[in-house]
């Protein structure tokens, strides 16, 4: 029997399985509060899903405020945090927009479908703002590489990036691919999408104009998802948990793609008054969110919405997380023409329900009213919880076991530096990645000017003025394990200079803040020092938060993966024309370092490989990373320069390493003077980037980062014809003068071959057909 | 006025923009079909372009090949409109039997997109005769259904015909037989090809721009054409 509003008042002591739901005592109390009587069922059903940690954020609101308050002025921001997703102006009457989520748990159940409907709910965050989908990029960590458990997750989740990625036909033009130990029972699975619009287009999730329609279009709803979001993302994995398969959704890039070209066309014939995607909490979050932020009253039949499955019960259809799915509101002129083009692209389309003022939502099954809300007590006003966080015990005694000389045997003879090298570079997380971008389409659009393996993801929006976007997302999270506060700056930075080398202006930054249990207060301690780290960076560089997504309890038992904030920065070039690759391309140009090396190992990848954690990460230098970033852009833009790269991961050696690579032509270098070899080769020292300058620039180059007090040491040329010299006649080399001499070749063979070693087996092909029929 | 040349969009047609594109750099004007709408619009050639029509159900081009927009297609291909399939449009000629063979699951299970060599091996289609005999070539290469099959009598026939218009280089990328990868029909006129030639026509976006010439090829044949 239906549990309507008139039931509930006639039985206000029916037991309700709150607790199952996910609701604490103190939430249910509130919500009889609210509605003055016991939520019905299908109420209950809305105010677990839309009041879950995921969905409401409510133990990390308070410390995101921090995103607002601390804003740096600026006049690029044209929709901020609050919405789909942030939309920031690149001129020229364009605009962007960007942001990156977590899927981590949906991916560690179920990965090929986790993976992949992760790429489709971005997606379609995206294109509810009224842009076309640009560009994707995939942050994801794994635990060991050698690990059965990544052997099993890793080549399913990227079999599902691809499948759902390379059919939908958007590049993916990047990422990142690391294995830790902390994340062997809890992968994270993040994903990043970017589009753009003219000014024009962008359009809101509001339900504006008492009269008009509510449309629900796309695929038909089913049983797939209910509950994802309060039982997937709320709960933590244990080894004898219950099976939790049912509760992923699967995925279907076929109508996503038709669904994306029919919400454009709707979109730009004028015909939506608001939109807004169906994601998390479905139905219950749409027509909650379009309500609340529109004229405040909406009233649906629940009983128009077309299904997949029959049987559904009312409250299944709530809180239903059948993927590519969309909410769009028309006015009555318009409702024919909108119909029209939905059935053009053969998407099915059905009016729910229409706009009112009565301040309520309300919601009808069969003649029968199950809901009656008020709308803004479901989508915004839930509970917000101020968690008790303090420092945990243990953390100064790991910032004391610093990697010191004493503490770390470092290599210091010529042979022991050119073995770290090879180390380095074969090593899972410095490994050539091309196993797994290769199965992505990067070119699918015609505009990718940047993908995989350079510094940052480059992208054409405008073919006529050659107006283009950079965008990189980084973390180390060992930084953020020993010091949350920097580690997130240092995120920060990182992709900032990666923007930066590439040749764009950083311009706006998203986040995926990937913790543990807020409600460890350790865990807690680490969210609030790294929200904070980033907001006072962001304010110090000038460049807003536009929005991001918070992703807590990833945790095995009670033991938290590392702090990981995943942060990523947009950046603008007015022409890609003037963007700088990696790859160094001219014999005798000039291999320069920018910024200044000390020694610093802690959270290092060297001091990863020795198995070592411990000390204070680098030390964050925001003026430098500001300095340094205008300098590689005016480079960029004056032609001073052919190639850069950003120092990072595994130093310098590591880095001209991967641009030799990159290029297939060696190059000679040596230690500038004063500095200990094995520290110059292989510090992380933050603030550097590398810069190859054609001998014609030099006076120029220098010149610029004399006046503007950047140091800049050439320690390097790029040479040919080495091969002879060095013995390797034929060969392409790289010579470190009175240290060591490498083929090109050996260095791409052990830098290519550990991910197919680890991950190109029969025994751990892609388990795509298999899970899939498996749902 | 240059040669017109149709670009269908297939629901799931993802490289359409770029077959346009690459048209347009050619010198030619492009001109989108639709798949439900039964009319050539006039034009002088048809582009097939990549993706996943119709979500690649059932086989890969299976269903495509019954679309309005490709009875005329392929009405007109049998009577020598040049025809060229990329990718997802060779997988819809070979499903419409105006290319003979198929295109199956990669050998290796995977998804594959990088920068491959090819040498052409015909010059004697509308799509080719741009290229020298024997010239090799870099564009890129994206499917996760690209292993190219046909009998063996059906192989020998299309190498003593000369229809083999281009090969793979180097390592066999997805198990085709014979490393071929890209056919045409007997006349000529017909072409499939798997890798992207749409994706190599400027030096910013592409690894190089050995694709042009696919593209220049049909042009000049239209020019001498009566």
């Given at each position: 029997?239906?549990?309507?509003?008139?039931?509930?008042?006639?039985?206000?002591?029916?037991?309700?399985?709150?607790?199952?739901?996910?609701?604490?005592?103190?939430?249910?109390?509130?919500?009889?509060?609210?509605?003055?009587?016991?939520?019905?069922?299908?109420?209950?059903?809305?105010?677990?899903?839309m009041w879950s940690e995921h969905c409401s954020y409510k133990s990390s609101k308070v410390h995101l405020r921090q995103f607002g308050d601390k804003a740096p002025k600026t006049d690029a921001l044209l929709v901020g945090i609050g919405e789909n997703a942030g939309v920031v102006d690149i001129g020229d009457g364009w605009a962007v927009t960007f942001k990156v989520e977590s899927h981590n748990h949906p991916s560690y159940v179920e990965p090929y479908q986790g993976a992949a409907t992760g790429i489709g709910g971005i997606v379609r965050d995206i294109i509810s703002m009224g842009a076309r989908p640009l560009a994707v990029m995939d942050p994801l960590r794994f635990g060991p590489a050698d690990a059965p458990d990544t052997r099993r997750v890793l080549p399913s989740v990227v079999a599902g990036i691809g499948g759902y990625g390379n059919c939908l036909g958007l590049p993916n033009i990047g990422g990142e691919l690391v294995f830790d130990e902390s994340y062997a029972g809890n992968p994270l699975v993040n994903a990043l999408c970017v589009g753009s619009m003219k000014h024009e287009d962008i359009h809101l999730a509001s339900a504006k104009g008492v009269g008009n329609?509510?449309?629900?279009?796309?695929?038909?709803?089913?049983?797939?998802?209910?509950?994802?979001?309060?039982?997937?993302?709320?709960?933590?994995?244990?080894?004898?948990?219950?099976?939790?398969?049912?509760?992923?959704?699967?995925?279907?890039?076929?109508?996503?793609?038709?669904?994306?070209?029919?919400?454009?066309?709707?979109?730009?014939?004028?015909?939506?008054?608001?939109?807004?995607?169906?994601?998390?909490?479905?139905?219950?979050?749409?027509?909650?969110?379009?309500?609340?932020?529109?004229?405040?009253?909406?009233?649906?039949?629940?009983?128009?919405?077309?299904?997949?499955?029959?049987?559904?019960s009312p409250e299944e259809i709530l809180m239903s997380e059948s993927q590519e799915r969309m909410c769009a509101v028309v006015t009555p002129e318009k409702i024919d023409a909108f119909m029209q083009l939905c059935k053009k692209w053969e998407v099915e389309a059905v009016v729910i329900g229409e706009v009112t003022d009565t301040g309520r939502l309300v919601i009808d099954w069969h003649g029968d009213t199950i809901v009656d809300v008020p709308p803004r007590s479901v989508a915004h006003d839930g509970p917000v919880y101020e968690r008790p966080y303090h420092r945990p015990s243990w953390q100064d005694a790991l910032q004391a076991d610093t990697p010191t000389g004493e503490r770390l045997l470092r290599p210091s003879t010529p042979d022991a530096l050119k073995q770290t090298l090879v180390d380095l570079i074969s090593s899972p997380n410095l490994a050539s990645k091309s196993w797994v971008t290769s199965q992505y389409d990067r070119y699918v659009l015609g505009n990718t000017i940047l993908a995989q393996p350079e510094d940052a993801g480059m992208i054409r929006v405008d073919e006529e003025s050659g107006l283009g976007v950079a965008i990189s997302t980084d973390c180390n999270s060992r930084f953020a394990k020993l010091d949350p506060y920097a580690g997130a700056q240092l995120a920060l930075v990182e992709s900032y200079r990666n923007i930066s080398v590439a040749g764009a202006k950083p311009l706006a930054v998203t986040n995926c803040l990937n913790f543990g249990s807020p409600e460890d207060p350790e865990v807690m301690w680490q969210f609030a020092q790294a929200t904070t780290g980033l907001a006072d960076a962001c304010l110090e560089l000038g460049i807003p938060v536009t929005g991001g997504n918070v992703s807590f309890y990833n945790q095995t038992g009670e033991t938290a993966i590392y702090p990981t904030p995943v942060v990523g920065v947009l950046g603008v070039i007015n022409n890609v024309d003037h963007r700088t690759p990696m790859a160094w391309d001219g014999d005798g140009d000039l291999i320069y370092i920018l910024g200044d090396t000390t020694d610093e190992f802690a959270g290092s990848e060297w001091a990863h490989l020795q198995g070592h954690l411990g000390g204070l990460p680098p030390k964050v230098d925001l003026p430098a990373e500001r300095l340094l970033s205008e300098i590689m852009v005016t480079a960029s833009h004056e032609g001073m320069i052919t190639a850069a790269h950003d120092v990072s991961d595994g130093g310098v050696g590591v880095a001209v390493t991967e641009m030799a690579l990159r290029a297939n032509i060696g190059a000679r270098f040596w230690i500038p003077e004063n500095i200990d070899p094995f520290v110059f080769l292989f510090s992380e020292s933050t603030a550097r980037a590398i810069a190859v300058i054609p001998r014609t620039e030099e006076f120029r180059f220098t010149e610029m980062c004399t006046a503007r007090g950047m140091s800049a040491t050439q320690f390097g040329v790029v040479d040919s014809g080495l091969g002879v010299s060095s013995g390797y006649p034929g060969e392409q080399v790289i010579v470190c003068d009175s240290q060591f001499t490498l083929t090109i070749d050996q260095l791409r063979e052990v830098n290519e071959a550990t991910l197919p070693a680890l991950f190109g087996g029969e025994e751990c092909s892609a388990q795509v057909s298999e899970s899939y029929w498996d749902q | 006025m240059s040669a017109r040349i149709g670009v269908v969009t297939f629901p799931g047609s993802l490289d359409d923009v770029d077959a346009a594109r690459a048209i347009r750099i050619a010198g030619g004007t492009a001109v989108a079909l639709w798949h439900g709408d039964a009319d050539l619009h006039g034009v002088d050639a048809v582009v097939l372009p990549g993706g996943?029509?119709?979500?690649?159900?059932?086989?890969?081009?299976?269903?495509?090949?019954?679309?309005?927009?490709?009875?005329?297609?392929?009405?007109?291909?049998?009577?020598?409109?040049?025809?060229?399939?990329?990718?997802?449009?060779?997988?819809?000629?070979?499903?419409?039997?105006?290319?003979?063979?198929?295109?199956?699951?990669?050998?290796?299970?995977?998804?594959?997109?990088?920068?491959?060599?090819?040498?052409?091996?015909?010059?004697?289609?509308?799509?080719?005769?741009?290229?020298?005999?024997?010239?090799?070539?870099?564009?890129?290469?994206?499917?996760?259904?690209?292993?190219?099959?046909?009998?063996?009598?059906?192989?020998?026939?299309?190498?003593?015909?000369?229809?083999?218009?281009?090969?793979?280089?180097?390592?066999?990328?997805?198990?085709?037989?014979?490393?071929?990868?890209?056919?045409?029909?007997?006349?000529?006129?017909?072409?499939?090809?798997?890798?992207?030639?749409?994706?190599?026509?400027?030096?910013?976006?592409?690894?190089?721009?050995?694709?042009?010439?696919?593209?220049?090829?049909?042009?000049?044949?239209?020019?001498?054409?009566?």
């Open positions: 029997m239906t549990d309507s509003v008139n039931t509930a008042q006639e039985s206000p002591d029916t037991e309700q399985p709150w607790a199952d739901l996910g609701l604490k005592q103190d939430e249910y109390e509130s919500i009889k509060e609210i509605l003055g009587r016991r939520p019905t069922s299908s109420e209950l059903a809305m105010y677990s899903v329609l509510v449309v629900l279009y796309g695929a038909r709803t089913g049983g797939d998802g209910i509950g994802g979001v309060s039982v997937l993302a709320s709960e933590t994995f244990d080894a004898d948990g219950p099976a939790k398969r049912p509760s992923v959704q699967v995925g279907d890039p076929f109508m996503e793609k038709l669904l994306i070209e029919a919400t454009l066309e709707v979109l730009h014939a004028g015909l939506v008054e608001g939109i807004q995607d169906l994601g998390g909490a479905g139905i219950s979050c749409a027509t909650s969110e379009l309500a609340s932020n529109g004229e405040g009253g909406m009233q649906v039949y629940l009983d128009r919405v077309l299904l997949r499955d029959a049987s559904l | 996943f029509s119709y979500g690649d159900y059932l086989r890969c081009g299976a269903i495509a090949k019954f679309a309005p927009v490709m009875s005329l297609v392929i009405d007109k291909a049998q009577v020598g409109l040049p025809v060229l399939g990329i990718c997802n449009g060779f997988q819809i000629l070979c499903e419409s039997r105006l290319l003979p063979g198929a295109l199956t699951r990669n050998d290796h299970q995977h998804f594959i997109c990088r920068d491959q060599r090819l040498r052409i091996e015909s010059t004697d289609t509308p799509w080719t005769k741009d290229f020298a005999l024997g010239q090799e070539i870099v564009i890129p290469l994206k499917n996760g259904e690209g292993g190219y099959v046909a009998s063996e009598a059906v192989l020998d026939e299309l190498f003593a015909e000369n229809r083999v218009i281009a090969t793979y280089q180097g390592e066999n990328p997805n198990g085709s037989y014979r490393n071929i990868a890209g056919i045409s029909n007997k006349a000529g006129n017909v072409v499939g090809l798997m890798p992207h030639p749409e994706h190599a026509v400027e030096v910013l976006t592409g690894p190089t721009t050995d694709g042009v010439p696919f593209f220049t090829s049909v042009l000049k044949s239209l020019v001498g054409a009566p």
